[in-house]
């Protein structure tokens, strides 16, 4: 079966600094692959890349089995990729419900588009704040208004950066269980995380960056069993 998301020997960086080396890649369809690697490594900037907002200098990205390197970053969401960014991005003076209603896209074909209603089975704490805005939540508030807002736009791949930084630990475990219940609904999910034990509780799959390079590439379990492999890579 071809993967949902496909990346080949990806390229990239920020003026004449490289980042990202032959970077490669996939994300299988209904599935959760994990980016890791110490600060700096390139996880971010793997993500930026799929989605344009780095341009690639060189390399291939496919989603759906189309090649989507070379288009604007608009254009690839509107193919079906959402992104939550570390920072959240939601809008401060909105309500919860407004934040929503600005992600809100339909997609032909989705079988069951989510809604407020949806998401706030998902994210329960929302559902008790929906007129509050988002300039009076807490950070992990913001955390998954922004993961419910990019949902509202139905994507079939959903990439998160660091999706666990600076949340308190009970969020955390909440997160755990919205991710979980989400690759149970057939969602496929891309993150970048240093949070090892984040990403074991989550992902099917990992990839281990460092210095821009993909120094490891295989199941999330083997990571967990190879000491010196988190040792060497992650610094644990």
């Not at 209603?101 to 329960?124: N, Q």
């Not at 034990?197 to 960056?209: G, S, T």
Request: neutral net charge; hydrophobic residues 40%; charged residues 25%.
């Amino acid at each position: 079966m071809m993967p949902l998301l496909e990346v080949d020997r990806l390229c990239s960086g920020y003026g004449r600094a490289q980042i990202l080396f032959d970077v490669s890649l996939n994300v299988e369809e209904g599935r959760v692959a994990v980016l890791l690697g110490r600060n700096g490594a390139g996880k971010s900037t793997t993500i930026e890349s799929i989605l344009a907002l780095v341009p690639p200098w060189s390399g291939t990205v496919t989603f759906r089995g189309r090649p989507i390197t070379g288009l604007p970053t608009h254009e690839i969401v509107r193919l079906g990729i959402g992104f939550v960014p570390e920072d959240r991005r939601i809008f401060a003076d909105l309500t919860v419900m407004e934040n929503l209603e600005v992600g809100r896209r339909a997609r032909s074909g989705t079988t069951r588009p989510w809604t407020p209603e949806r998401l706030f089975e998902l994210f329960p704490n929302l559902a008790e704040m929906r007129r509050r805005r988002g300039d009076e939540m807490s950070g992990g508030e913001q955390q998954m208004l922004s993961i419910a807002r990019t949902l509202m736009g139905n994507p079939g791949l959903l990439l998160l950066d660091e999706p666990s930084e600076g949340l308190a630990p009970v969020i955390v475990q909440a997160m755990i269980r919205s991710i979980r219940r989400l690759k149970k609904d057939g969602l496929s999910i891309l993150l970048s995380e240093q949070n090892v034990r984040f990403a074991e509780a989550v992902a099917d799959r990992a990839f281990v960056l460092e210095q821009g390079h993909v120094r490891f590439a295989g199941s999330m379990a083997e990571v967990a069993d190879d000491p010196a492999l988190r040792k060497a890579h992650l610094g644990i």
